[in-house]
């Protein structure tokens, strides 16, 4: 059974940058397309990024698309997302999730989820 563990998040100001990884156990996560989502306070779960299996494939929210990027490494079983120019409005905590389906927006369809790692990005 695949597990999903996040790391990387923090407390930053405005401008910065942050990385974070998405380790994955329990399975080869080549077989998985894979995303992350995030959830603000107050707020549903939103769509960040997505990747296919093999990384020929990227999507992006338009909120984040230019500031943004997804990533993977399928022998380290990790994924990782890289966010630059961060603004308030992208405090959140950041969730990365995987399907056996194919890359997607949706997160109804991913079935496996980490527990999240906190994004704080101060004015």
């Known amino acids: 059974q695949l597990q999903l563990v996040e790391s990387g998040g923090g407390l930053v100001q405005a401008g910065d940058s942050l990385s974070a990884s998405c380790s994955a156990s329990g399975r080869d996560i080549h077989d998985y397309s894979m995303a992350w989502f995030r959830q603000a306070p107050g707020r549903e779960r939103e769509f960040v990024a997505a990747?296919?299996?093999?990384?020929?494939?990227?999507i992006y929210a338009d909120s984040v698309k230019s500031r943004f990027a997804i990533s993977r490494n399928n022998p380290k079983n990790t994924m990782y997302l890289q966010m630059t120019s961060l603004e308030p409005e992208d405090t959140a905590v950041y969730y990365c999730?995987?399907?056996?389906?194919?890359?997607?927006?949706?997160?109804?369809?991913?079935?496996?989820w980490g527990q999240g790692t906190q994004v704080t990005v101060s004015a």
């Open positions: 999730a995987a399907t056996l389906r194919g890359v997607s927006r949706e997160l109804g369809q991913y079935n496996v």
């Open positions: 990747i296919s299996r093999w990384a020929n494939s990227k």
